[in-house]
């Protein structure tokens, strides 16, 4: 194919194992001086060999094809020289998903999506070394799916979202083209409603409050991403917070997504100065706030046991179903873990503040 294929998604961080992405893949079309006119769904069907007609004519019907910057029908007439961009929602991926007999927390499935609670620990798509026990790997299994790199378009890019590899909760699974479409460009114009709980340290002085900052890879680091306040790098990403509880030297917050960059609550958090508890790719994985005693120590280290990962989890997805056009939410439980080290905190701030007042 001599046209150029566009993407402003880079390739590691599409591939990377614990993220929250909306994944497109962008094309660019300059059309020759000869080319006589033809239908726009007909002319990319022509230049898209690994996309069917089927498929483009959905992106268009959704608004995801421009001609000169200006959106068009699929009846619309190529002339010479238009400039031509789709955007599809998913980044082919050039390996094999071999199915597998994973077992799946489903808390709904219809004919169009379903949705999954995924527990902490699963690496959501394959890659960096795991090309196995993933959650693509079990759904692939249960919706019969044999993802290989030869297979039609039409099975591939299933997930809308991802949520990293150690948060658990709740995703949408897009079943056929016309949800995954329909998701995913709800997600680009930002009307999911996605609602987090997290445990961080420190105690927040608001009790609610907007964090705003560009989020981009880390230059020093490319495992980790920051916020760039002057807007120079990164994406543009904003987390509202609400505080549900305080625990003295950690807060319970509430998360809402305004926005899904990649490790956004945990770098939004972490900018502010109270990154999630026991997170160590930010921090929070040692004493940041509390005393100096070896009994606290001990209890610090008691509850990094009970929870062995980052302390969030995605609590409530909201959406428009795309076939009934009907707002749906669900909402997940707070998974053992993670209540138990709730529970853990509040037991003992609440005995320090027995002992404070004796």
């Not at 390739?11 to 079309?29: L, N, P």
């Not at 002319?43 to 608004?63: F, G, K, V």
């Not at 190529?78 to 050039?94: E, F, H, M, N, Q």
């Not at 062995?308 to 439980?333: N, Q, V, Y």
């Amino acid at each position: 194919m001599t046209d150029e294929q566009l993407t402003d998604i880079d390739i590691e961080e599409v591939a990377s194992e614990d993220e929250e992405q909306e994944m497109f893949e962008h094309y660019r079309f300059e059309v020759d001086k000869g080319q006589s006119q033809l239908r726009i769904d007909k002319y990319l069907t022509d230049h898209m060999e690994q996309t069917s007609r089927h498929r483009i004519q959905l992106a268009i019907a959704a608004e995801y094809v421009r001609v000169n910057n200006k959106i068009v029908k699929a009846n619309y007439k190529v002339k010479p020289c238009d400039s031509i961009a789709i955007v599809l929602p998913y980044l082919r991926r050039g390996f094999e998903v071999r199915p597998e007999p994973i077992p799946l927390d489903i808390v709904y499935e219809d004919d169009d999506l379903l949705i999954v609670n995924k527990s902490a620990g699963m690496v959501v798509h394959p890659g960096h070394g795991h090309f196995s026990g993933t959650l693509i790997n079990a759904l692939s299994y249960h919706l019969g799916i044999s993802q290989d790199k030869n297979a039609p378009d039409e099975k591939m890019g299933i997930l809308v979202h991802r949520i990293d590899k150690n948060t658990s909760g709740l995703l949408v699974v897009a079943k056929n083209d016309e949800s995954q479409l329909d998701l995913a460009k709800q997600f680009f114009y930002h009307t999911i409603i996605r609602e987090y709980v997290a445990l961080v340290w420190g105690n927040i002085v608001d009790d609610s409050g907007t964090i705003e900052g560009n989020i981009g890879r880390d230059p020093n680091d490319r495992m980790k991403f920051k916020v760039f306040a002057d807007g120079s790098q990164g994406k543009h990403a904003v987390t509202h917070y609400k505080v549900l509880e305080r625990f003295g030297y950690v807060t319970l917050v509430e998360c809402i997504l305004e926005t899904g960059r990649t490790h956004q609550i945990r770098v939004h958090m972490n900018y502010i100065g109270h990154p999630l508890f026991n997170d160590d790719r930010y921090g929070g994985d040692r004493i940041l706030k509390g005393t100096v005693y070896t009994k606290y120590k001990q209890f610090i280290d008691n509850c990094f046991a009970i929870l062995p990962r980052h302390a969030l989890h995605a609590k409530t997805l909201g959406f428009i179903h795309p076939r009934t056009k009907k707002e749906i939410i669900f909402r997940s439980e707070i998974p053992t873990d993670m209540q138990t080290l709730i529970n853990k905190w509040e037991k003992y701030s609440g005995n320090v503040a027995l002992e404070e007042k004796e």
